[in-house]
């Protein structure tokens, strides 16, 4: 039997690190299309940004100045308090982490009071984005569906759209020297 999640976890391990890191851009972009109604306008408009940022400093291999900047935009406009709990408005804890897989030590090299912490992958990134979509999907069950067969659901959807999003743009892995 062919496992979605299984398999997105294998072809992700061969991608190269940093279209990898674009790949994690690419994933929680589409997450935040999926959740595009539910996520406040400015706060869209800063993650929007931010993931742009990051494509471009991946691309340039250091943290730009307009990284830095998206960076502190968006904790401005996303971050929230509840009681002594922080946390950050729907869609910006999407856009770091996935940030985090192709910017964090660049960013951590530019700031030192940025806390240093274990890296993510882009896998990790992914099952997160399945996990979200399955959360996501199951909070809006009507009609008495069972909300574990729609959660279960959704995250293979969203596996199934990694897996294909993968195999459209990324080339055989090991340079194939297929064209």
Known sequence: MIVLPKLIDDLLDQVEEKRAA???????HHMLDVQRAEIEDDVMAACLEYLAAADEAIELGEATPRLLTAHEQLSVTAERWEGDRHLLARGAGLAVQ???VGCQRMMEDVRDHVMRSSLITCR???RELQAEAGRWYAKRTSGG?????VARSARWEEARWQLQHVIATEP???GGGIT
């Open 145 to 149: 569906a069972d909300e574990r067969l």
């Open 172 to 174: 055989a892995p090991h």
């Open 124 to 126: 990790d990134v992914a």
């Open 22 to 28: 674009h790949l994690a851009l690419d994933f929680a």
């Open 98 to 100: 996935a940030v985090r």
